[in-house]
């Protein structure tokens, strides 16, 4: 019997820690915000695409991806997703219509690319990124073009306040003492959003499939920005 998603997630998260003097690659995990990428496992099908970020492993998963070809990715396996060469941060997967980009922000453009392509397919594309990809300029045109040609498109912010180390209040414009919510930003560009409860995601899907829509998710990381590889000390 398979595990639930998130144990899944989690179980395969905990042992790159156990297994930091094997890993070939730094590792950004997705312990934390797993419930996010159980819901879009729960809600997105076959046809539709998935555009990621570094912290990826979640979104890999939950688009129907393997467990083992990630798991040889990430030793820089042979047998590994993209033959050990892209590490964890710039996994992709054509067989189940997955990509990923190590460039904060970088895989943005491309899934308003992609809706472009998919327009009146009734498929739906899927974008998720991080609170600090809505610093980069690029992200402000993919919304604003996507509003204006009606593109099938979930943008899903996972905001966990944090760029590395620095918190977004000391990254972004606000008043007072806190930044005002990016989803508030984004609607000023006609942007249909949706209250970022996760109950909300079957309707973000349903509606992203005729007009883009966008959700702001807060989450809270869990551990580190990043693991690297540990040294070993055998000889």
Not at 77 to 86: E, T, Y
Not at 98 to 124: D, M, Q
Request: hydrophobic share 40%; aromatic share 8%.
């Amino acid at each position: 019997m398979s595990k639930p998603f998130c144990e899944r997630l989690r179980s395969f998260e905990h042992r790159i820690l156990d297994n930091l003097d094997k890993i070939a690659c730094p590792c950004h995990l997705s312990l934390g915000a797993e419930a996010v990428s159980e819901a879009i496992h729960k809600n997105i099908r076959k046809d539709d695409w998935l555009f990621s970020t570094h912290r990826n492993h979640g979104h890999y998963l939950a688009k129907g991806g393997s467990d083992d070809r990630l798991w040889d990715e990430i030793l820089g396996l042979d047998s590994g997703l993209n033959g050990g060469h892209a590490g964890s941060q710039s996994i992709c997967d054509p067989s189940i219509n997955f990509y990923a980009s190590s460039i904060v922000g970088g895989s943005i453009g491309i899934a308003v690319g992609a809706a472009i392509a998919l327009k009146g397919t009734g498929c739906v594309v899927v974008a998720v990124f991080g609170d600090a990809a809505t610093e980069q300029g690029v992200f402000w045109e993919a919304i604003s073009f996507s509003v204006v040609k009606q593109l099938p498109i979930l943008f899903i912010c996972e905001n966990n306040g944090l760029s590395i180390e620095v918190p977004i209040s000391e990254r972004q414009p606000h008043r007072e003492t806190r930044p005002a919510a990016i989803w508030v930003r984004v609607s000023s560009f006609g942007l249909r959003t949706l209250p970022g409860e996760l109950v909300n995601i079957p309707m973000a899907f349903k509606f992203s499939r005729e007009e883009p829509i966008f959700m702001e998710i807060l989450i809270q990381r869990e551990g580190k920005h990043c693991y690297f590889p540990k040294l070993s000390t055998k000889h």
